[in-house]
Structures are given as C-alpha cells and as structure tokens.
C-alpha cells in the first residue's frame, strides 16, 4: 500500500492518540490543517482510519456582547451610577449608555427590581432598590464571562444558566453550528504502523539543483490530486458592475465606435436640452423629471454663433424650413446648472464640436433624475449613450443596432420596439426587452435626431441615436433582480458574482 509522506505522519500520530480531534493532530504532526484533511480522507479510503463528524449547536459573542464583556451590561452600568446617587434621571444616565442602550434600560432595571421608576415635574426619576443595592451576580453574567473565556459554549451548556433567545433578544449572543471532526485509527492501521512505517522526506518541487546531483533518482515525490477539495480563496477581482461597463466600453470600441468623455456630471441645460431642440417653456421640458443645483446656480453657455443658432431653430426653426417652437428662447433658463440628466447631452457637445462622417461614437454615462426607488428603478443610474452619422442611415440601421446590443451585449431573449416621443428624435422608439422574472423591462428611446437639432450643430446628414438604461442590461447579464443589489455592499454576492460580460 502506497502512502504519503502526510499520510504516513498523520497515521504515525493517530497510533499514538488512537482516537483524536482533527486539531490534536494538527497540534501533533505539525502539517497544516487541510493536509491533516487530506491525509485522513485518504487513510480513510484505504481503511486505515475512521473519520467521525460531530456538529453542535454552540453559542458565540455578538460583537455587542464583546463590547459588553469589556465594558459591562448596561444595567451594571447604570446600576453603578444609581448606587452613587441614589436618585437618578435619563439624563444622568448619558455618559455611561449609550443612546442605544437609554431606550431600554428602564424596562431593564424594573424588571430586574433593582430599581423604582416615578415622575417628578414631568420627568422619569429612577430610584434605586433594596435589590439594586445588594445585587451580585446574575446568570446572564456569568454566562456573559463564559461566552467572554471559551470562545464558543455548547447550547445545553449555556442553558443550563439562561435561555439563548434571551441572550438573542439582547443581541449579546449568536447561534452558529461547529462541526468537530475525530478521527480513530482501524486495527489494520494499527497493524500497518507496528510493521513500521519509513518516513521519507516527500519533495513537492523539482528544482535545478535535484536534476543536476542526480538525487532526483532517490529522492520520492510527492503526488498530488487535484481534484481534492480545498478551502475556497477569494482573490480580489474588480467589482462586478464595474466589470460590465468596462468589457462593454471595450467591446465598443472594438466595434470602431468613438468613446465621448466628458470631466463634469454637471450640465447646463443649453446642453442637456436646449441643443436637443427641447422647447423652454413647454411640458415636453418635462419628458422627464430634473433635478437642478441650488449653487452654482449657473454656467456658460458655449460660442455665440452656436447659441443663436440654437436660439433660430427654436424660435422659427432656424433654416430647416421648421416652424420651430414659436416663442422666445431664453438664454438665461438655459444657462442654469444640473445634473446630467441624461447622456445624450454628450451626442449634442460631439455634434457641435464636430464629428467624422460616416463616424460611430458612444458614451457611457452617470446620470440623475428624481425617482421612486424600487427594485427597476434608481435615481443615479448609468446610461450607455450613442449615435452613428452618414449619408445613408435610416430608421431600419437604428433597430438592427438596438437589437444587437440587447441581444448580444445584454444576453436578452427577446426584444419590441415601441412608438415614442422625445423631443429631439423623429421617429421615435422605444426598446424593451424580455427578463424571465420582470418581464418586459423598458431599456431606452432611439430615434432620428430631427433635423432642427443636427442642423443647428452643424451637421447636415442622418444622425441615428440611442439611450439605454445600462444598469437594466446589467441585471439581464448577472442574472439579479434588483437594480439597487449592483451597488450592494453584500460581500458575499461580491465574491461569489461570476465576472461576466
Ligand atoms: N435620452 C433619452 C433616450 C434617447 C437617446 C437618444 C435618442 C432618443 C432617445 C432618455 O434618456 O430616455
């Protein structure tokens, strides 16, 4: 029979103890835990040993009730200070409580008879007791000091003093099962060991050196199976929201698309509505809801050329042969300050700047607008934002791109498009997509920006565009159901979320 060198020591060891704790006989060999593991799941296999599992309910200290073994329970506290003065109100109580441990502690001291409670002149007026002065020592207490040496106590141990819903009910102690592991060595273990076992020296690496001397000829190897459990590492990886939009900004500029960046999440409103050609003074300023900054209330507008061409297109519809809005634009509104409500101001501040033709840009973006959260709903969110420009682009390029993105980006099943309207758009559509458990989930608007816009930029062919709730692609992709776990400090969903793209 062919053995390990752990194998062997730890076999060595168990004929000593005869029957031990998995610890005991890491204690003893001196190997690390797993391969103490290890080594008695293979003597087990081979019949040399016994492994016995044995789980128990134990109680441990809350990180409250360490504190507590530290600095004392509350009562004793407050106890303390009534025994100094006898009398004492809420307010005498502050230094030593914490705002927490106040609320209860009248309750807690009346039930313990330690002390009287009336009121004086419309205030709570604690009074300490015959009891209150000669109290000592409680269960609780003693259990408290138990918790405090041992680490972790047996249930039945710890009830025999107090019940551990009351130590629960107090968020002193916790429940938690161990799973102690003995192992006992078998008579033909036993055999084996009398026989004598030789204990060579196992080598796990093959160095220079070893081939080199030739003692790799002497020398026995060390076998590994690897495909024995082990304990699972969790190495830091980014976090996984973060990955999604960073392999989706890859993926889109490998597809030639042009990254738009942009240093501020602030916007004035020329950028975030005016030069999309949104009227001023017209509900459909409200497609939707804004939140605007209390201070800075304002910034600059861009070169006057451009404003008055934005002004034009409003007014009369500048030389589109638009009508226009019909009213008088103001460039004072426009100058307010908001959060970026939405990333299609960046297709506005990359059209007037200028853009290559035929030319695909994209821009992934933090934007905010007032909601009620929910589990689709968030008010930051992200927005991945995009427009292709040419000569020959129609309606049917924009949906064949939609589809594309939710399909291959998001991994949805299925998808509809619907009739909309936004302001800067004509036609107008909106996406959805299908998500097993939500439904149909809207994704974002697209259209054809209108010409009134485009024209007033300074550009003169087809721009078809897009704006899509990115964090709703994200919950189709690592398979979540609600919008606000892609923010979750959750560590175990930190963890165990497969990075996925
Ligand atoms: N900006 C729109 C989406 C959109 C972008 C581009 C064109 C049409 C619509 C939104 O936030 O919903």
Do not use: C
């Amino acid at each position: 029979m062919e053995l390990s060198y752990q194998e062997k020591l730890t076999l060595i060891k168990l004929a000593e103890l005869k029957r031990a704790k998995v610890e005991e006989l890491v204690k003893e060999s001196g190997l690390e835990q797993v391969a103490v593991m290890r080594a008695l799941l293979g003597l087990q296999a081979k019949g040399l040993a016994k492994l016995h599992e044995r789980s128990e309910r134990v109680v441990k200290l809350t990180e409250i009730g360490k504190k507590y073994a530290q600095i004392g329970l509350p009562e004793w506290r407050a106890l303390k200070v009534l025994r100094e003065k006898g009398k004492v109100t809420l307010d005498d109580l502050k230094d030593v409580l914490s705002e927490d441990e106040l609320k209860p502690i009248v309750g807690l001291l009346r039930r313990e008879g330690w002390a009287n409670v009336r009121k004086e002149e419309g205030k709570l007026v604690l009074e300490i007791t015959e009891n209150g002065r000669e109290a000592s020592e409680r269960p609780i207490d003693r259990a408290l000091k138990l918790l405090a040496g041992r680490g972790e106590v047996p249930v039945k141990e710890i009830e025999k003093l107090v019940p551990v819903k009351e130590l629960k009910r107090r968020k002193i102690g916790e429940e938690d099962v161990i799973t102690e592991r003995e192992a006992e060595i078998t008579r033909e273990g036993e055999e084996l060991v009398k026989k004598g076992l030789e204990l060579r020296k196992e080598v796990s690496v093959l160095t220079p050196e070893l081939i080199k001397s030739g003692k790799w000829k002497e020398v026995e190897f060390r076998k590994f199976d690897i495909t024995a459990p082990v304990r699972r590492i969790y190495p830091g990886k980014k976090q996984p929201y973060r990955a999604f939009l960073d392999k989706i900004r890859r993926r889109l500029i490998e597809m030639g698309f042009i990254e738009m960046t942009v240093d501020s999440l602030i916007e004035t409103q020329f950028w975030n509505f005016d030069a999309l050609f949104q009227p001023q003074n017209h509900p459909a300023r409200e497609w939707t809801d804004t939140y605007q900054l209390k201070y800075p209330k304002v910034g600059s507008l861009p070169e006057d050329e451009l404003v008055a061409r934005v002004k034009a297109a409003h007014e009369h519809g500048g030389d589109t042969g638009s009508r226009g809005w019909g009213y008088v634009w103001s460039p004072e509104r426009a100058m307010l300050l908001m959060p970026r409500a939405h990333g299609t101001a960046l297709d506005a501040r990359q059209l007037a700047k200028g853009v290559e033709i035929p030319g695909k840009y994209f821009t992934i973006q933090r934007v905010f607008r007032p909601d009620v959260l929910d589990r689709t709903h968030l008010i930051e969110f992200n927005q991945i934002d995009g427009f292709v420009v040419g000569e020959d682009l129609n309606f049917r390029h924009l949906l064949g791109i939609l589809k594309r993105f939710a399909v291959e980006i998001a991994g949805a099943k299925k998808v509809k498009f619907l009739p909309d309207y936004y302001p800067f758009t004509e036609p107008s559509v909106q996406m959805s997509a299908y998500h097993p458990e939500l439904g149909w989930v809207e994704f974002g608007g697209a259209g054809i920006f209108r010409e009134e816009m485009t024209k007033a930029l300074g550009i003169d062919v087809p721009v078809i565009a897009w704006g899509i709730g990115i964090d709703r692609l994200a919950m189709f992709k690592l398979g979540i159901d609600d919008i606000r776990y892609l923010f979750s400090y959750d560590l175990r969903w930190l963890r165990e979320a497969r990075l996925v793209w």
